[in-house]
């Protein structure tokens, strides 16, 4: 069954750490994210498996940063999906900062 007609909204949940995509109210996936300084780190992006093929994962990056841009942050792409995202859609290349070993040392620690 196809459930890609529901209603599909993306919400930013800070004391989690991530934004949301829901389908019909239900958590369809997420992208995890740190904030270091002025910098918004995502490094891990999900789509349940009930979800799969949808674009779900497109549609959830894309609201993540045209809500990153909103806030004045900049985006750093440590998560695979986001940094293969960011490589096909040049409106964002603007708001990003490389991944540096620093960035990646400080989200180690961020994550223990």
């Known amino acids: 069954m196809n459930e890609s007609s529901g209603i599909r909204s993306v919400q930013r949940v800070d004391a989690r750490h991530r934004y949301e995509i829901l389908v019909d109210g239900r958590r369809a996936g997420l ?3 740190r904030d270091r300084g002025a910098q918004r780190v995502f490094f891990h992006t999900e789509v349940d498996d009930a979800f799969a093929g949808q674009g779900l994962g497109a549609e959830l990056v894309q609201a993540a940063l045209a809500d990153v841009r909103e806030s004045g942050k900049r985006v750093v792409p440590v998560c ?3 940094a293969k995202f960011l490589k096909r859609h040049d409106e964002f290349a603007d708001l990003t900062d ?3 070993p ?3 040392s400080w989200l180690e620690a ?3």
Do not use: N
């Open 110 to 112: 961020e994550l223990r």
């Open 98 to 100: 490389p991944v540096t």
């Open 31 to 33: 992208a995890a994210y």
């Open 102 to 104: 620093d960035v990646l």
């Open 80 to 82: 695979p999906y986001v």
